[in-house]
């Protein structure tokens, strides 16, 4: 098969690899789609979790095309995306080749089979879909604890960046029943993406240091519940600033080796429950659900599609960080 190798730090190139063969449990998926995540880019870059070579590739769609001994033979030939997570805690993308192979192993207990007229493009990005339906899922249980007499419509929800997680968690709380949501990022594009999806947004970079000051003066200040979706510890901070007393910060950005530098006191006196939340178990069915009866229009994230072939091409977009790219898909 062909497959795009990090073979060292910064280094992604085309090469010839054996086909992979299912083991009993598995199934060999063609892949038909691969998104590119900022988490790529940091694994290409070079980091702790993987060595080289590796595949990545955790945001893929495709087709079961092989099936292992002890594997229900209706699999066969479906579109399909699946969870990334293996019984060995492993994950397809990272621990195990992923979608930036031709071909790629999964476990058939994984496997959610999607509806034959489903673009299987668009397929690719249940992967973040699923993300966002597990931390909503986890700030369900936290909005359910809101104080007496409180609603989840008179909710009124921040979400600090602006990129797909972001994005994705404004359909999320609004089908929630929350109805004022606020996004904030830097990108027009973007932004422009939190609108049709029904929040309002403001410019970081055009408010600069008025940010802060021009949230307080929000109708919705203070927030029931703020979403810090931007990997950024000053994203972080302003979620605690933010946050009504006895409200909910769900953080869902990574944060690298940042450390939190907060009052211990502030989250004690105001009564904040912090809500961590990552990756996506048990959260796939949901979001294909949604994903497929159009509750959330994945589409319209994707802005780029380009062949495999012009993979150095993606990867330049997503790294350029420019303001017409929100997501970029790769076709095999």
Known sequence: MKALVNTAPGKLEMQDWPDPQPGSGQVRVRT????????DIEMIAGWSRTGFPAIPGHE????????????????????CVAENVWTDGGEVGFEHPGGYGQFLITEAKNVRVLPPEFPITTAALIEPLAVCVRGMNRLKVALASLPAGTEAGATTALVIGDG???????????????????????????LLLAKEFGAATLNRRELGERLKETLIASP???FSCVIEASGSPDGAQMALDMVAREGKVLVLGDYDDAHANF???????????LVGSNASAGAWDEAVRLATTGAVQLEKLIT?????????????????????????????
């Not at 968690?169 to 027009?188: H, N, T, W, Y």
């Open 263 to 273: 009052r211990w006191n502030h989250l004690l006196h105001r009564e904040i429950e």
């Open 60 to 79: 893929w769609s495709g087709y079961v095309e092989a099936l292992g001994f002890a594997t229900p033979p209706e699999l066969l030939g479906k579109p």
């Open 220 to 222: 919705n200040y203070p």
């Open 304 to 332: 780029h599609r380009i062949p495999v072939s012009r993979f150095a091409e993606g990867m330049e977009l997503v790294r350029g960080r420019r303001a017409d790219v929100i997501k970029v898909v790769m076709e095999w």
């Open 164 to 190: 797909p997680i972001g994005l994705l968690m404004v359909p999320l709380l609004r089908r929630a029943g929350v109805k004022q949501v606020v996004l904030i990022g830097g990108r027009e594009t973007r």
């Open 32 to 39: 038909a789609a691969c998104g590119i995540c900022a988490t």
